[in-house]
């Protein structure tokens, strides 16, 4: 794939670059994207009508179960190229920051350290009713498990649709955005708010923006460059054409 030379430029000059990710990288991955289909037992199932706080208070029995499949989905998964090339690109930035939608963790076991989890992170539970993180519960057979110090349910520790984003987390990611010289919107829709206003806060501050997408989206037109294609073969290309091997 050609990258075009501005683009390896404005990289190999950066010393603030900030980076988005959204569902579409894990996808090489094998973890769907909430606009795939779902396979199986939760192919008749709408994701955006199962992460919200209504369906879990409709049925807490089905979200919990349905996260406990995205969770075994997520164990089994490992990173791909995508996740490798962004850790790699993080050694080679002075200030690196990666801010992800995704509650899968991959980012982290591909090796990034500057991570902003905007959503949450799916391997973690909190109480439903007081908000704070649980480790231990007991395994009575109630589906969900309920908190051990206030009775209410467990619930996995994510941001879900209709709830707001942690105030700290959201604030860091929108410095970030402002900072950069160079901002990367990966495998995201950018229909979500707020995140999907951060690659345009960037822009507006001077930014070279860049997306990596096989679709286009939203913001495409917005952008300085557009790489068409799966974030698991253009981001280690990228990476390739701008700092070697
Ligand atoms: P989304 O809105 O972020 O859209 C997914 C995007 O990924 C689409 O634009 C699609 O064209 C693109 N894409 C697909 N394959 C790709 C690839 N190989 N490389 C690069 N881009 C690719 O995602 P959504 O599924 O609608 O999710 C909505 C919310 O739920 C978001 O917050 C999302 O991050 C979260 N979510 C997280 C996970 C996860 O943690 N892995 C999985 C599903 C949903």
Redesign the pocket.
Known sequence: MEIPQALVSALKNARRVAVL????????SG??????AQTGLWARYD??EL?TPQAFRRNPRLVWEWYQW?REL?AQAEPNP?HLALARMEQHIPDFTLI?????G?HRRAGSQNIIE??GN?TRTKCSQEHILIDTWEETGEVPPRCPRCRAFLRPDVVWFHESLPADALQEAFEAAKKAQVFLS???????QP?ASLPLTARQSGAVTVE????P?LITESMSFVLT????A?LPELCRQVWGA
């Open positions: 990710t959204g569902a579409g990288i894990s996808a090489e973890i769907p994207t909430f606009r795939e994701p955006a992460a995205r997520i995508g992800t939608q995704n509650v899968d991959l905007l959503h799916i990966i495998g995201t829709s950018a229909v979500v995140a990596i997408n096989p679709a989206t294609g799966p974030a698991g253009v």
